[in-house]
């Protein structure tokens, strides 16, 4: 017996990223606008046209995780709205989900798959909340929790009880 696929979703932006990715995308269309029509300062609409469109794009990107266990395949998705995109990655074999700190000190929430390839899920800026997310991760998914960001050089395992 398969068990039902699982989406995991960062969710919805809030108002506020809204509506900053609407004004961003509004000053690149008066950008264009200034560009096609005015003909003057190209360069310099060009430029500022781009950045908002970069900008928009950083507030208005949702990520969601997909899992089909029926195929053995996850697909790591990008969505804007209604349009979303995004590979479907094959594995043999989910291991664990692992917490760690790293470089930039941002605790990192990875799924590990056919022993040694790894994706990161998420990453968050306090140990409880990435603790957290990955626990319910773990449930979702019924895999052991690996956990290198409380000590990273004596990780532990965590028990997690599945729902």
């Not at 195929?71 to 790591?76: K, S």
Request: aromatic fraction near 16%; charged fraction near 25%; hydrophobic fraction near 45%.
């Amino acid at each position: 017996m398969y068990k039902k696929d699982v989406i995991i979703s960062q969710g919805s932006r809030t108002l506020l990223e809204n509506i900053i990715a609407a004004a961003c995308y509004t000053i690149a269309l008066f950008c264009i606008y200034q560009i096609v029509i005015a003909l003057e300062h190209v360069v310099g609409y060009a430029y500022i046209g781009t950045t908002s469109v970069m900008l928009g794009l950083r507030f208005s990107i949702s990520k969601n995780y997909r899992f089909n266990f029926k195929a053995n395949r996850f697909r790591d998705m990008s969505a804007i709205g209604l349009i979303e995109w995004g590979d479907w990655i094959k594995y043999d074999e989910l291991n664990y989900v692992a917490v760690f700190l790293n470089a930039k000190d941002f605790y990192e929430v990875n799924l590990w798959y056919d022993e040694n390839r790894r994706f990161n899920l998420s990453n968050y800026a306090e140990l409880d909340d990435a603790l957290m997310g990955a626990k319910e991760i773990t449930q979702l998914l019924a895999l052991d929790l690996y956990d290198a960001g409380t000590d990273p050089y004596n990780g532990r395992w965590e028990e997690v009880q599945v729902k």
